[in-house]
C-alpha cells in the first residue's frame, strides 16, 4: 500500500505548477524566521552613550558641555571617553555657576560608575533598558532567548509532528507566531519581551521543521532535492528585505511591529497546506492518507483500497490517551539510539547541527568586531547564502550527498580560521572572505536538513530533523556570547572556535552513508536494507 502511495507522489513531483505553489506555501515562513533572528542586529544597535549628569541637564547644559567637565577619556586613546564611568564632583555647583566657571575650576577627582545615561538617539532595546556597561550581557539575552526558544521548538515540535500530524504541528506554530511577534513589539517589561522572543523562537522552530517535512513526504527524486533546497531561499530574501525595511524604519518598536504584523499571512497555509499521506500512513490512518492523495493527485481515487482500511483500529480509534500519546513522544527520542547505527547517525547529526548554528550566527552577528556597516553586511549575508543555496542545487543532484556535505563543512572551517592570517586594518578582505566562508556554511546547514531526513525513516524523521536543528539552536544561543564577550577580547576568537569546529564535523559526516537516489525509509524495520554508518564509509565516495 505505501509503494502504491509513492507511485502518486511521484507523480505529484512530476506536476511542476502545484509542487511551486507547494515550496511558496511552505517557504515563506522561512522569511519570517530570517527575518525575526537576524532582527537582533538592528534591534541591539548601540548608540554613542555618556554618563548623564541630571543637574547639569536641568541647567540647560548641551552634551559636549557635560561631557567636557564630568567624563574621562581612555587612558590608552585620548581622543576616547570612558563611556560607562565620570567624575565625582558636586554638580550642582557647577550648574549654579555655569559652564565657563566650571571649565576654569576643574580639579582632579576619582571616577565613579554611571548612575543615569544619555545616548546619541533612543532608538533600540538597549536604550530602552540601558543594556550597557555592566549589564552588556543583558543584550546578548535578547537573541540568546530566541535562539533557546528555538532550541526548545525544535525539541517538541519534532515529536508533536510524529505524532499528531504535520499540519498539526504548523498550524500550532502559525497561531504561537501570530501572537508573540506583535507582542513583542507593544509591551514595556524587559521580562516579558525576552518571553515574547523565546515563544518567537519556539515557533520559528516549530513551523520551519513540520513544513520542510511536508515538503520532503510531498516530493520525490529530483523534485525533492530541488525543492527543499530551494524552500532555504526564503532566508536570503529575509535578510535582504530586514536590512532595507530596517534602514527606512528606525526606532525599534515601529520596526518590530512592521516585520512581525506579515506573520498573519500564515493563515492561508494553515487552511490550504496539506497534510501528509506518509505521515497518515505510517500512523494506519490508512483511508485518510488516500483521501488527502486524491485532494493533491485526483486519480489517487482509483487506487486499490481494500477493506483492511475500513476495519482499520487507528482510524476507527482517533482519540488517545494523553499518557499514550507522551509514550509516543517518548519513544521518537528513544527510537533514534535504537539501534548502533541509528545512534551513530544522531551523535553525527548532533555534531553537525552544533557546528552549523554556532558558525551561522557568530558570523551574521559578528559584523561590528570586523567594522562593517551593519545594513551591508547583512545584505551581504542575504546575497551570498542565495548565491549558496541555488549553487548547491546542481552540486546535490550530481554529486553525492556525503562528499558535498563534508567538502562544505570542510571549506567553511578553513576560511574561517584563516582569517586569523588577516590584520584588522583590512576590513574590506576580511568582509570578503568572511563572506565566502558564510557562502559554505549557509550550503552545509542547507545540504545537512537534507541528509538529515534522507537518513531516517517516516516514523521517526520529524524528530531526527527535530534534533538537529535543537543542536543548531544550542550554537545559536552561545554565539551571541562568544561574539560579545570574547569577540571583545580578540575579534578573531569567534571565527577560531568555529573554524576548528567545522573541520572536525567535517571528518565525521564521512562516517555516514550515501543516500543519493534511495528510497526514504517508512519504518524502522526498513531500516535494515538501507547503509549503516561505520568508520569504513570514509573510504567510500
Given at each position: 500500500?505505501?509503494d502504491?502511495?509513492?507511485?502518486?507522489?511521484?507523480?505529484?513531483?512530476?506536476?511542476?505548477?502545484?509542487?511551486?505553489?507547494?515550496?511558496?506555501?511552505?517557504?515563506?515562513?522561512?522569511?519570517?524566521?530570517?527575518?525575526?533572528?537576524?532582527?537582533?542586529?538592528?534591534?541591539?544597535?548601540?548608540?554613542?552613550?555618556?554618563?548623564?549628569?541630571?543637574?547639569?541637564?536641568?541647567?540647560?547644559?548641551?552634551?559636549?558641555?557635560?561631557?567636557?567637565?564630568?567624563?574621562?577619556?581612555?587612558?590608552?586613546?585620548?581622543?576616547?571617553?570612558?563611556?560607562?564611568?565620570?567624575?565625582?564632583?558636586n554638580?550642582?555647583?557647577?550648574?549654579?555657576?555655569?559652564?565657563?566657571?566650571?571649565?576654569?575650576?576643574?580639579?582632579?577627582?576619582?571616577?565613579?560608575?554611571?548612575?543615569?545615561?544619555?545616548?546619541?538617539?533612543?532608538?533600540?532595546?538597549?536604550?530602552?533598558?540601558?543594556?550597557?556597561?555592566?549589564?552588556?550581557?543583558?543584550?546578548?539575552?535578547?537573541?540568546?532567548?530566541?535562539?533557546?526558544?528555538?532550541?526548545?521548538g525544535?525539541?517538541?515540535?519534532?515529536?508533536?509532528?510524529?505524532v499528531?500530524?504535520?499540519?498539526?504541528?504548523?498550524?500550532?506554530?502559525?497561531?504561537?507566531?501570530?501572537?508573540?511577534?506583535?507582542?513583542?513589539?507593544?509591551?514595556?517589561?524587559?521580562?516579558?519581551?525576552?518571553?515574547?522572543?523565546?515563544?518567537?523562537?519556539?515557533?520559528?522552530?516549530?513551523?520551519?521543521?513540520?513544513?520542510?517535512?511536508?515538503?520532503?513526504?510531498?516530493?520525490?527524486?529530483?523534485?525533492r532535492?530541488?525543492?527543499?533546497?530551494?524552500?532555504?531561499?526564503?532566508?536570503?530574501?529575509?535578510?535582504?528585505?530586514?536590512?532595507?525595511?530596517?534602514?527606512?524604519?528606525?526606532?525599534?518598536?515601529?520596526?518590530?511591529?512592521?516585520?512581525?504584523?506579515?506573520?498573519?499571512?500564515?493563515?492561508i497555509?494553515?487552511?490550504?497546506?496539506?497534510?501528509?499521506?506518509?505521515?497518515?500512513?505510517?500512523?494506519?490512518?490508512?483511508?485518510?492518507?488516500?483521501?488527502?492523495?486524491?485532494?493533491?493527485?485526483?486519480?489517487?481515487?482509483?487506487?486499490?483500497?481494500?477493506?483492511?482500511?475500513?476495519?482499520?483500529?487507528?482510524?476507527?480509534?482517533?482519540?488517545?490517551?494523553?499518557?499514550?500519546?507522551?509514550?509516543?513522544?517518548?519513544?521518537?527520542?528513544?527510537?533514534?539510539?535504537?539501534?548502533?547505527?541509528?545512534s551513530?547517525?544522531?551523535?553525527?547529526?548532533?555534531?553537525?547541527?552544533?557546528?552549523?548554528?554556532?558558525?551561522?550566527?557568530?558570523?551574521?552577528?559578528?559584523?561590528?568586531?570586523?567594522?562593517?556597516?551593519?545594513?551591508?553586511?547583512?545584505?551581504?549575508?542575504?546575497?551570498?547564502?542565495?548565491?549558496?543555496y541555488?549553487?548547491?542545487?546542481?552540486?546535490?543532484?550530481?554529486?553525492?550527498?556525503?562528499?558535498?556535505?563534508?567538502?562544505?563543512?570542510?571549506?567553511?572551517?578553513?576560511?574561517?580560521?584563516?582569517?586569523?592570517?588577516?590584520?584588522l586594518?583590512?576590513?574590506?578582505?576580511?568582509?570578503?572572505?568572511?563572506?565566502?566562508?558564510?557562502?559554505?556554511?549557509?550550503?552545509?546547514?542547507?545540504?545537512?536538513?537534507?541528509?538529515?531526513?534522507?537518513?531516517?525513516?517516516?516514523?521517526?524523521?520529524?524528530?531526527?530533523?527535530?534534533?538537529?536543528?535543537?543542536?543548531?539552536?544550542?550554537?545559536?544561543?552561545?554565539?551571541p556570547?562568544?561574539?560579545e564577550?570574547?569577540?571583545?577580547?580578540?575579534?578573531?576568537?569567534?571565527?577560531?572556535?568555529?573554524?576548528?569546529?567545522?573541520?572536525?564535523?567535517?571528518?565525521?559526516?564521512?562516517?555516514?552513508?550515501?543516500?543519493?537516489?534511495?528510497?526514504?525509509?517508512?519504518?524502522?524495520?526498513?531500516?535494515?536494507?538501507?547503509?549503516?554508518?561505520?568508520?569504513?564509509?570514509?573510504?567510500?565516495?
Amino acid at each position: 500500500m505505501a509503494d502504491d502511495l509513492d507511485q502518486y507522489i511521484d507523480s505529484y513531483s512530476k506536476q511542476r505548477w502545484k509542487v511551486f505553489v507547494l515550496l511558496l506555501m511552505v517557504g515563506t515562513p522561512g522569511i519570517f524566521n530570517a527575518i525575526q533572528i537576524s532582527s537582533y542586529v538592528f534591534l541591539v544597535d548601540k548608540p554613542s552613550y555618556w554618563c548623564d549628569i541630571p543637574d547639569l541637564k536641568s541647567a540647560g547644559w548641551s552634551d559636549r558641555m557635560i561631557i567636557n567637565v564630568s567624563t574621562p577619556h581612555q587612558k590608552y586613546s585620548s581622543n576616547k571617553i570612558e563611556e560607562c564611568s565620570y567624575y565625582n564632583q558636586n554638580y550642582s555647583i557647577f550648574a549654579k555657576n555655569g559652564y565657563n566657571w566650571s571649565m576654569n575650576n576643574l580639579e582632579s577627582a576619582d571616577s565613579k560608575p554611571c548612575q543615569y545615561y544619555s545616548y546619541s538617539n533612543r532608538e533600540s532595546v538597549v536604550t530602552e533598558w540601558n543594556l550597557v556597561c555592566d549589564k552588556v550581557s543583558m543584550k546578548s539575552n535578547v537573541h540568546a532567548t530566541m535562539a533557546f526558544g528555538k532550541f526548545v521548538g525544535g525539541l517538541i515540535f519534532g515529536s508533536i509532528s510524529d505524532v499528531y500530524g504535520r499540519k498539526f504541528a504548523f498550524n500550532l506554530a502559525a497561531f504561537i507566531y501570530m501572537f508573540s511577534g506583535p507582542f513583542a513589539a507593544l509591551i514595556d517589561s524587559y521580562v516579558l519581551f525576552l518571553i515574547a522572543r523565546f515563544l518567537i523562537g519556539v515557533a520559528g522552530s516549530g513551523i520551519y521543521e513540520s513544513s520542510y517535512t511536508i515538503l520532503t513526504e510531498l516530493t520525490s527524486g529530483e523534485t525533492r532535492t530541488l525543492l527543499c533546497l530551494l524552500m532555504n531561499m526564503s532566508y536570503p530574501i529575509g535578510y535582504v528585505l530586514l536590512s532595507i525595511i530596517a534602514y527606512y524604519v528606525r526606532p525599534w518598536r515601529t520596526l518590530l511591529l512592521v516585520l512581525s504584523l506579515p506573520i498573519f499571512g500564515l493563515l492561508i497555509q494553515c487552511w490550504f497546506l496539506p497534510e501528509s499521506p506518509k505521515w497518515l500512513m505510517s500512523q494506519g490512518r490508512k483511508k485518510q492518507a488516500w483521501l488527502e492523495m486524491t485532494k493533491l493527485v485526483p486519480t489517487a481515487v482509483h487506487a486499490n483500497i481494500n477493506n483492511e482500511v475500513d476495519q482499520d483500529k487507528v482510524e476507527i480509534s482517533k482519540i488517545k490517551m494523553f499518557n499514550e500519546k507522551c509514550m509516543e513522544i517518548l519513544s521518537a527520542y528513544t527510537s533514534l539510539f535504537s539501534t548502533p547505527d541509528l545512534s551513530i547517525k544522531t551523535v553525527i547529526s548532533l555534531f553537525c547541527g552544533l557546528s552549523c548554528g554556532l558558525s551561522y550566527y557568530v558570523i551574521a552577528l559578528n559584523g561590528d568586531n570586523i567594522t562593517a556597516d551593519r545594513y551591508i553586511y547583512v545584505a551581504s549575508n542575504g546575497v551570498v547564502e542565495g548565491v549558496s543555496y541555488a549553487l548547491t542545487v546542481p552540486l546535490f543532484l550530481y554529486v553525492g550527498r556525503k562528499k558535498a556535505v563534508s567538502s562544505f563543512f570542510f571549506a567553511s572551517g578553513l576560511l574561517q580560521l584563516a582569517l586569523l592570517a588577516i590584520p584588522l586594518e583590512k576590513a574590506n578582505i576580511l568582509l570578503c572572505v568572511t563572506l565566502i566562508g558564510k557562502f559554505f556554511v549557509s550550503a552545509s546547514f542547507s545540504a545537512i536538513i537534507l541528509y538529515v531526513s534522507e537518513l531516517y525513516p517516516t516514523t521517526i524523521r520529524n524528530t531526527g530533523i527535530g534534533i538537529l536543528l535543537t543542536f543548531s539552536q544550542i550554537g545559536s544561543i552561545i554565539a551571541p556570547y562568544i561574539v560579545e564577550l570574547l569577540g571583545a577580547k580578540a575579534w578573531y576568537i569567534p571565527s577560531t572556535v568555529c573554524g576548528t569546529l567545522g573541520i572536525f564535523v567535517s571528518s565525521l559526516v564521512l562516517m555516514l552513508p550515501e543516500t543519493k537516489k534511495t528510497v526514504l525509509p517508512n519504518t524502522l524495520e526498513d531500516m535494515k536494507n538501507t547503509n549503516s554508518a561505520k568508520l569504513s564509509n570514509c573510504f567510500k565516495f
